[in-house]
T-cell receptor, first 114, second 114 residues
Framework: GDSVTQTEGQVTVSESKSLIINCTYS????????LFWYVRYPGEGLQLLLK?????QKGSSRGFEATYNKETTSFHLQKASVQESDSAVYYC???????????FGDGTQLVVKP | EAAVTQSPRNKVTVTGGNVTLSCRQT?????MYWYRQDTGHGLRLIHY???????QIGDVPDGYKATRTTQEDFFLLLELASPSQTSLYFC?????????????FGSGTRLTVL
């Protein structure tokens, strides 16, 4: 079936250091799915961080980037220099093109230390 | 700006109790969703709707009913609450099926069933 895997439940990074949060996906759809990163700040609901609907393309927002890699079926989230305000839970998500559903990963808690 | 409002923010009930979670969106979106979020799990879809009077079953519907009374209002009902339903519940809305469209989330309702 369709699924998303985030291997890290929590990532701790010092402020100004680089970040990578891993995401891999699996789909039964013939067509390439749409891929998303959502973020949930403390006390708030999830909000879209970035999305990419074309394989091979890169999405970016607020200094974060993710590249849709169809060969490795990955969509890792990266940032060159994190800030304390980036502390949040990050969710990778997949929406197949052959149905009306979206599938979320388990989420990765990012803790940025000052 | 898109707005999804959930109430209450927190709810405590006892096993066998009757609970209604409310969600209102002012986005004029057709689709509304109820998810639950548990530690170690991604968001799991309970029910969703594509318009007033419509209801679709999600991935984890057992023990839940839902009702979409207007385009704006979507309710989640737990008629005989159980401790396994202790969770963080999110409501969301979107213009379409979520394939490439953005989901807009409420801030969540934390439900505890004792």
């Amino acid at each position: 079936g369709d699924s998303v895997t985030q291997t890290e439940g929590q990532v701790t990074v010092s402020e100004s250091k680089s970040l990578i949060i891993n995401c891999t996906y699996s789909t039964t759809s013939i067509a390439y799915p749409n891929l998303f990163w959502y973020v949930r700040y403390p006390g708030e609901g999830l909000q879209l961080l970035l999305k990419v609907i074309t394989a091979g393309q890169k999405g970016s927002s607020r200094g974060f980037e993710a590249t849709y890699n169809k060969e490795t079926t990955s969509f890792h989230l990266q940032k060159a220099s994190v800030q304390e305000s980036d502390s949040a839970v990050y969710y990778c998500a997949l929406a197949p093109n052959n149905n009306n559903r979206i599938f979320f990963g388990d989420g990765t808690q990012l803790v940025v230390k000052p | 700006e898109a707005a999804v409002t959930q109430s209450p923010r927190n709810k405590v009930t006892v096993t066998g109790g009757n609970v209604t979670l409310s969600c209102r969106q002012t986005n004029s979106h057709n689709y509304m969703y109820w998810y639950r979020q548990d530690t170690g799990h991604g968001l799991r879809l309970i029910h969703y709707s594509y318009g007033a009077g419509n209801l679709q079953i999600g991935d984890v519907p057992d023990g839940y009913k839902a009702t979409r009374t207007t385009q704006e209002d979507f309710f989640l009902l737990l008629e005989l609450a159980s401790p396994s339903q202790t969770s963080l519940y999110f409501c969301a809305s979107s213009t379409g099926t979520g394939g490439a469209e953005t989901l807009y989330f409420g801030s969540g309702t934390r439900l505890t069933v004792l």
